[in-house]
Structures are given as structure tokens and as C-alpha cells.
């Protein structure tokens, strides 16, 4: 199956923000306290220093569609989230995004001198996660306007209505090992800053709704507010 990698430094070319920092601690910028944007602003470095951004994806057709199972030639996926991402697809995009495991490393030391920086270099990290997704969200978008075509609601394993373990077809479909991603027994990626995702592809598509539209959390979750799932 033919899929893209995408890791060179240029394709990433990205900066972080204090309010990038601060988000992805669960942090709402305008009620930080001095004190964490200070921490915050001081990990920048060192976490664009520590990134390595790496993605791979590929495109597969859609055979069928039958109720909520999705059926392409690899395999399948199947649930109620599945069902509604999919409708009227032709085909689908699945991505593999990563910034490394360096990072987390770095973490893990940091965690036990000085727990304040660990958290908003952790916080660093997952910003750059996001990214890292948005740039291979807009490079799709870009060849899929380049074709004519529309894309539908990204989604992923692991959120309501769509099982944590059909991250194994996740990783049928792409071989993960070369952008150095990989799978654990109970469907977990190592490394832990990685994040895996699907958009359908079609004639007529609309990416105007987001999965936390269809999930039971909604009404309490601090991520969804933010608009910032990863
Ligand atoms: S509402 Fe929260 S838990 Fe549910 S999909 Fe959105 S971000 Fe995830």
C-alpha cells in the first residue's frame, strides 16, 4: 500500500507560543498565574530543541459501508463514531502524527528536580503534537482541493464510539515502525506524544462537525471548550 512520510525539519517549520504552552497543559492563557507563564515561556527552547516531528499517512478506498461497519480492502473498522465519519466517504485518510519520544524523556528526568517546568515542557510537547497534526491535516486538505474533492470529520480510535483497539488497523494500514511509532498490547502508542487519525475523503463532504458533537462528555470537558483535542 502506498503511503507518504513526512519528516523533513522544513515540512515542520513550526514555533511554539506561551498560549500554545499553556493550552496544552489544560491551561486557559487568561487566568494563568505569573508564575506558570513563566515556566512556560521558559521550556519553549528547549522543547522546539527536543521535537522530532515525523508523520505518515496514506489514502484507501472505501468498499462498503454497512451500517456502522466500514469496510475497505485491508480490513475494517466499526463503531457508531465510525458510522457517522464515514458517511458518503469514497475514500479514507489515515494518519499517524509523532514528535518523538526525546522529549517525554526529558520529562520523565525533569519530573523529579523540578515538577512545574516537567508539566509545561509536557504541555510543550503536546502542542507540538497538535502541531505536527495540523500541518498533515493541512497538507491533506491541500491535496484534496487539488482533486476537486471535499473532506468529511476527522476522528480516531479511541474516542466514544470508536474502540482504542482499532488502532491495530491503524497500524495494518501503515507501517508505523519507519516514523519510529509503535503499538503496544493494549493499543497505547509508544511514543506516548503520537496521535493517530482518520478523515474521509468524497464528492461532497462537510467537516463542520468534530466528534465531541456526538460524545456523552461533552457538557463537562475542558478539552472540548478549548476546541483543542490533539
Ligand atoms: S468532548 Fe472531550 S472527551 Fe469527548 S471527544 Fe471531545 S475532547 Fe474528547
Known sequence: MLHMIVKNSEDFDFRLTVTDVLKGQG????RASSRLYEAAQAVIGEAEALV???AIYTVVDVIELDHQTVRFEAGQFVGSLVQKTVA????????ICTIGETLDNRVDQLMR???VSAIALDGAGIAALRKVSQIIEALISRETGELGLS???RAQPGQEGWPIEQQREVFKLLP???IGVRLTESC???PRKSVSFVIPRGDNLSNAAVPCDFCSKRSRCEWRKEKQIV
Do not use: S, T
Open 27 to 30: 491551561i486557559d492563557p487568561e
Open 52 to 54: 522530532e516531528p515525523a
Open 88 to 95: 458518503g466517504a469514497d475514500q479514507l485518510y489515515v494518519a
Open 113 to 115: 528536580e523540578n515538577p
Open 151 to 153: 473532506l468529511g470529520m
Open 176 to 178: 508505523a515502525r519507519e
Open 188 to 190: 497505547l502508542m509508544i
